[in-house]
């Protein structure tokens, strides 16, 4: 098991990766890692290829990545975070890809893993080293819902490039959604809520939710006030309420103890 091979783990990095879109028939290529890879997706959609196996990573998708592989992807414009780490035993060749249930508490590792590396206090690593500790076990004690074959992804592509896009600027509709994949609203809930294991309504407000977040960490001047209205929440009572619940801390506790 990962865990039980990570002691005297060394962090390189831990950032936020903007993804910039291929254009059409490009893609990136990349030699063998020199370091293993902890990554979270939150928005966008990236494809992985290693040697003839495909891997799609839309919101909410954790990533290993391996030492050693070469590998080759193609994005959309989107954002991940990233954990670059060395542990002297071998963790494998094999990536690893998967959707899980308790995917917020995840992403809170991420961001208050670069928190950490980029205050650099006394005892940083070590409360590092921690973090991708907890990641991990998170991870073996989520609930995995993998993958739906392409072809359906590709059914509800439209949809989840569509919310990307307009969900900090509308209230978006099951209805619209589906008329955009060109099918039923009961067929595309069904085949969305397979794969990311939240109706599409759950899914915007994480999305919403997730956003506020990384404002909280990322714009201390802003108030709650105004964080909710940019995430385009009708009012902050309400916004405060789903935070809490999604989170399990209200926004003004969040931002003090992550």
């Known amino acids: 098991m990962i ?9 390189s990095l831990v950032m936020r990766v903007p993804l910039y ?10 030699a063998p890692r020199y370091w293993n890879g902890l990554l979270f997706f939150t928005e966008g959609e990236t494809r992985y290829y290693f040697d003839d196996k495909e891997y799609i990573c839309k919101p909410n998708t954790f990533v290993f990545l391996p030492k050693g ?13 990233l954990i670059n780490f060395h542990t002297p035993s071998d963790l494998g060749s094999e990536p690893f890809f998967g959707v899980f249930e308790n995917s917020s508490m995840i992403l809170d590792c991420f961001l208050k893993a670069l928190n950490v590396f980029q ?4 005892g940083y690593k070590a409360e590092l080293t921690s973090i991708i500790y907890h990641i991990i076990g998170l991870v073996q004690a989520g609930n995995h819902k993998g993958y739906l074959p392409t072809k359906h992804h590709a059914l509800i592509d439209p949809a989840v490039e569509y919310i990307g896009r307009y969900y900090l600027e509308k209230d978006i509709t099951v209805s619209e959604l589906a008329r955009l994949c060109g099918i039923s609203a009961k067929y595309f809930t069904k085949l969305f809520s397979t794969y990311y294991n939240f109706t599409p309504k759950q899914y ?8 506020a977040r990384r ?13 909710s209205e940019k995430c385009h929440f009708s009012n902050v009572c309400y916004f405060s309420r789903l935070f809490s619940e999604h989170v399990g801390r209200p926004p003004s506790e969040y931002r003090k103890n992550i």
């Open 3 to 11: 865990l039980e091979r990570m002691c005297n783990t060394h962090i």
């Open 21 to 30: 879109a291929n254009k059409a028939g490009e893609y990136n290529s990349f």
């Open 69 to 81: 592989r070469p590998y080759r992807t193609v994005q959309t414009n989107g954002c991940c975070y």
């Open 119 to 122: 205050k650099k206090q006394i």
């Open 204 to 211: 915007v407000i994480n999305l919403k939710l997730d956003y």
């Open 215 to 227: 404002l909280l960490l990322s714009e201390p001047d802003m108030t709650v006030q105004q964080i």
